[in-house]
């Protein structure tokens, strides 16, 4: 079966020719929007890398080659090129999203944030968007390389770990649920004596605090000791201080600053790693740093919040207050950051390497609370207008989720009279305008809106008739495409006549090659005169179609329990398709 769905994707892809160009393969992959450097497909490219060092086939692979290369992924890809992913016509997709980011590349409104040197440093002329589908389709535009730190977008990430390590009753004994109704930065509490909810600062401090006193020194000491073996060393580059003359008996790569090693918290980065699919992140200490001189608001609020008996009990709130500057200050891309979004979207579970990182109650908990309270003072708003999960921050990101279907990030400093991003919102404003994204849109009656995740035409409308008109006037393109979607091949119309009769009655020879060798379908079929595809091409005096079939015929021999397993296999996938 395996073997046969390899072969079903190389006829897809070579079209007629006998060998695929690599570059081919690799550029119909990117149409479907997986993309090489996928972690699930890293068997499948090593392996065409190794056959073009080890084989004289200059970049080209025959069938069989083919097939080993993608014999470890076949499901994966057979899902990819059949449209079976969320998004099956994801080139359409995309183009209307690079319509909308460039409307909004146009505006010009919001200042770039200045409390901070770091901050109104940024250039304002950054716009860039990624997104991670829930099946690892990435699609991104603009400067989206480009490492940014994630200020107050990590703290529907921080919530999310404390509910997956702690419990929801637990964590929720400290902060509360509700929109505060006030600035984000307000020092507040609500009726029960606890913050309003996380994504306001003195509910995020304590969230950090809560997972810092989890954490005892050794639990420290070990993960930067192993900072030089693990993924996470990149993360700490702007943490590590090496000082100009070595201290006698100690390893001056891990000199770090104190205050951080006081405060880090290891399974917190490791999460956060986890969630952006082991993709880029980084540490900026001077953003750090800075934040520390200049955050007189939130020492403000700490204390605040230590008066008021908010800290579980043996806490120390300088530290948590420490470690919540050091979350805000963590770089990533918006690539890396769409994984992290595609990840809450996805129930937990990273779209790109298909680990379970966040438990489905945390996330749930987590988009509530961002759709409720994600979008400072606009939170209303943009749940009135935008109907999504979000979360925005002072360095002009958005991390948006769509849940079940994917996760964007947008970067675009220039910030709005309320904090957010002034072409991320028209953005996102943009998009549920022209998709049936929000919450609460008809799925099935609303008709102005598009529904990027229906297949088109004649993928979703798998009837005999194009199955028929496609052998009749010999579109071999559009049979390989029936023929990988898993449509039947063997259908017949009501005079009992398939593809095969068809093809060989009008002559058309690659069409009858292509089902006969790659679909393998019966040549005994008889229509409702009794006749057989070799009466047809006999009575019509195609006589290359009349000695393929009679080879065929004496070679073709049916498996009655295959036939019967893929007959129940096909009626299922009809069905549930026409449901």
């Known amino acids: 079966m395996l073997s046969r769905l390899g072969d079903l994707l190389f006829y897809t892809i070579a079209e007629g020719q006998e060998r695929i160009p690599i570059h081919k393969f690799t550029t119909a992959l990117k149409a479907t929007g997986l993309q090489t450097s996928d972690p699930r497909l890293r068997d499948c490219m090593s392996q065409m890398r190794r056959m073009v060092r080890e084989t004289s086939s200059g970049g080209l692979l025959d069938r069989d080659l083919f097939r080993k290369c993608v014999s470890r992924n076949i499901v994966l890809l057979t899902q990819a090129f059949r449209k079976k992913f969320v998004i099956p016509d994801f080139e359409e997709f995309t183009s209307h999203v690079d319509r909308i980011f460039e409307d909004a590349k146009e505006l010009t409104g919001g200042k770039v944030a200045a409390y901070i040197p770091q901050l109104a440093k940024s250039n304002p002329d950054l716009w860039g968007v990624s997104l991670c589908t829930v099946d690892g389709q990435r699609h991104s535009v603009g400067h989206t390389k480009i490492p940014f730190c994630l200020q107050s977008c990590v703290k529907p990430l921080t919530y999310a770990i404390s509910i997956s390590t702690l419990g929801t009753d637990y964590v929720h004994k400290f902060v509360g649920k509700e929109p505060s109704g006030l600035r984000y930065n307000k020092l507040s509490l609500n009726e029960e004596g606890i913050p309003h909810n996380p994504m306001v600062n003195a509910g995020a401090i304590v969230v950090s605090s809560l997972i810092k006193m989890d954490c005892n020194k050794a639990e420290k000491f070990d993960f930067v000791s192993s900072l030089t073996a693990q993924p996470l060393a990149a993360f700490l580059h702007g943490m590590l201080s090496i000082p100009a003359a070595p201290v006698p008996g100690s390893n001056p790569t891990l000199m770090v600053h104190q205050p951080i090693l006081e405060a880090l918290f290891p399974e917190v980065l490791q999460y956060l790693n986890k969630m952006a699919g082991n993709e880029y992140m980084g540490f900026s200490n001077a953003t750090f740093q800075s934040e520390k001189e200049t955050g007189d608001r939130n020492y403000a609020i700490g204390y605040y919040l230590k008066e008021k008996k908010c800290f579980p009990k043996g806490v120390d709130m300088m530290a948590a207050l420490d470690l919540y500057f050091q979350l805000c200050s963590v770089e990533v891309t918006c690539e890396s950051g769409s994984v992290m979004a595609a990840t809450l979207a996805n129930g937990g579970i990273c779209p790109i390497t298909g680990e379970s990182v966040l438990s489905a109650e945390a996330v749930r908990n987590t988009l509530s609370l ?206 549930e398709s026409m449901v």
Request: aromatic content about 10%; charged content about 20%.
């Open 370 to 575: 961002m759709h409720s309270c994600g979008m400072y003072d606009f939170s209303g708003q943009f749940a009135f207008h935008v109907g999504l999960p979000a979360k925005s921050a002072v360095s002009g990101a958005i991390l948006l989720v769509v849940p079940n279907i994917m996760g964007m990030m947008c970067l675009s400093p220039p910030l709005d009279k309320l904090g957010n991003s002034y072409r991320g919102v028209s953005f996102c404003q943009k998009l549920v305008s022209l998709f049936n994204f929000h919450n609460y849109d008809n799925l099935r009656h609303c008709a102005r809106k598009l529904d990027p995740r229906r297949e088109g035409g004649e993928v979703r409308n798998k009837t005999v008739v194009n199955l028929l008109f496609a052998a009749y006037s010999g579109d071999v393109s559009a049979l390989r495409r029936f023929a990988l979607s898993a449509m039947d091949m063997e259908q017949k119309d009501y005079d009992s006549r398939t593809a095969l009769h068809v093809a060989a009655a009008e002559g058309h020879t690659e069409v009858v090659k292509f089902l006969i060798e790659a679909c393998k379908v019966n040549p005994f079929v008889k229509d409702r005169w009794g006749n057989i595809p070799l009466d047809d091409a006999v009575q019509f005096n195609h006589l290359e179609v009349v000695k393929l079939l009679q080879d065929y015929q004496d070679s073709y021999t049916p498996s009655e329990t295959q036939a019967e397993a893929a007959a129940e296999a096909l009626s299922k996938e009809n069905l």
